[in-house]
């Protein structure tokens, strides 16, 4: 099964949130979406978090306008 990243929350310690983002604490920053923690800065910065990132990607089987209604 694969894990959904969570947000994280910007009360978060950033030496913490660096220590899950696998960046430094320097390189935290506040995600445009979410205002979670992400890897902002930096020369790998995923400016957009995990948990936002992973939303964009697809929910599987949440969207309500899917095809193959039976009737
Ligand atoms: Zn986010």
Known sequence: MEEMPRR???ATDRTAAA???GCLPDEVGYCPR???LTHRYG???RPICPAC???RAG???SSP???GRSS
């Open 8 to 10: 994280i929350d910007p």
């Open 19 to 21: 220590h899950l983002l």
């Open 34 to 36: 979410c205002h979670g």
């Open 43 to 45: 020369r790998r910065a």
């Open 53 to 55: 990132r992973a939303a």
């Open 59 to 61: 929910p599987a089987d």
């Open 65 to 67: 306008g899917a095809s």
